[in-house]
């Protein structure tokens, strides 16, 4: 079976499919009335030989019919506009009463299926916990997990005595009282997987602004986590073979932003 479907009235033999190709696999047409060819076996199916091609004659041929032409223009985003939706970006901590629905949030999951992963593999999978109820629960395990360390030579030990009084006394400083939280999760031992759910993830931090959604990285549930803290993994109960990769909480923002605080100096070498 063929890799790609090619449309031998639309082929130009252009020779771009071959050139874009990541792996190197298609044999560009070269006389008239020939096709470019390729192996299914090597094909990672990216579809840049798809989306690349100027004629529109090629689909690969993994569900075909699912093939999403771009009309010009579509997409684009002038530059400067882009750089302030990016700056403008922050991490949110407060929530209105207001939860996201499921439909809005699998719109903003949607975005982040197109993220990039290594070879194209795509083997980050989602966890979203959307009871507010469950998240102060996972907060909570968070926090059981930081009186374990308490007392110990882990590198967070002076840090949590803090954290632990807070939620004692009835602040949630792990989720910040947020709604909903998603976790990335990937297969078991897989590094290249783990690399690709910070990215899927950092779509998801990035495009969740659009739609009217406020997140933040959860860093210490996911230190407890990816500590292994058993009660916290028992209570996520991701898929069998699943490995957590981090999380994000999110809502609804409570407030909107006025400006865009400084950050450090760029800082660049040229080589
Ligand atoms: C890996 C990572 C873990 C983080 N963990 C937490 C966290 O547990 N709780 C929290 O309130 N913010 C957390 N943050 C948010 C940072 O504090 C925040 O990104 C930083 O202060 C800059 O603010 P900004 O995101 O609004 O630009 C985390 C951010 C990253 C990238």
């Not at 999403?68 to 209105?96: D, N, Q």
């Not at 699943?242 to 040229?270: A, C, D, H, M, Q």
Request: hydrophobic share 40%; with cysteine; charged share 20%.
């Amino acid at each position: 079976m063929s890799a790609i479907i090619v449309e031998k009235d639309l082929c130009t033999r252009c020779g771009i499919c071959s050139e874009v190709c990541p792996m190197g696999i298609i044999v560009p047409a070269k006389e008239e009335g020939a096709v470019p060819e390729t192996s299914a076996d090597a094909c990672i199916r990216c579809g840049h030989c798809e989306v690349f091609c100027p004629a529109g004659a090629i689909t690969v041929n993994d569900r075909p019919t699912e093939k999403e032409p771009l009309p010009a223009g579509a997409g684009e985003i002038p530059a400067e506009t882009l750089a302030l939706y990016l700056k403008s970006r922050r991490s949110v901590r407060c929530y209105a009463k207001e939860p996201v629905p499921k439909e809005k949030i699998l719109q903003v999951l949607d975005v982040a299926r197109y993220a990039a992963s290594g070879g194209n593999g795509q083997q980050v999978q989602w966890l979203v916990i959307h009871d507010k109820e469950n998240v102060h629960r996972l907060a909570g395990l968070t926090v059981d997990w930081m009186r374990t360390i308490k007392n110990s030579s882990h590198p967070m030990s002076g840090y949590v005595p803090g954290l632990i009084a807070a939620w004692d006394a009835g602040i949630d400083p792990i989720c910040r009282g947020a709604p909903h939280l998603v976790v990335a999760h990937i297969p078991e031992n897989n590094p290249v997987a783990s690399v690709d759910a910070f990215i899927a993830l950092t779509h998801f931090d990035i495009a969740a602004p659009a739609f009217g959604i406020g997140a933040c990285w959860a860093g210490f549930l996911s230190m407890a986590a990816r500590s292994s803290y058993g009660p916290l993994l028992e209570a996520l109960a991701l898929p069998a073979g699943r490995e957590y990769s981090y999380s994000l909480f999110f809502g609804t923002p409570k407030y909107r932003t006025r400006g865009i605080p400084r950050r450090n100096p760029l800082k660049v070498t040229w080589g």
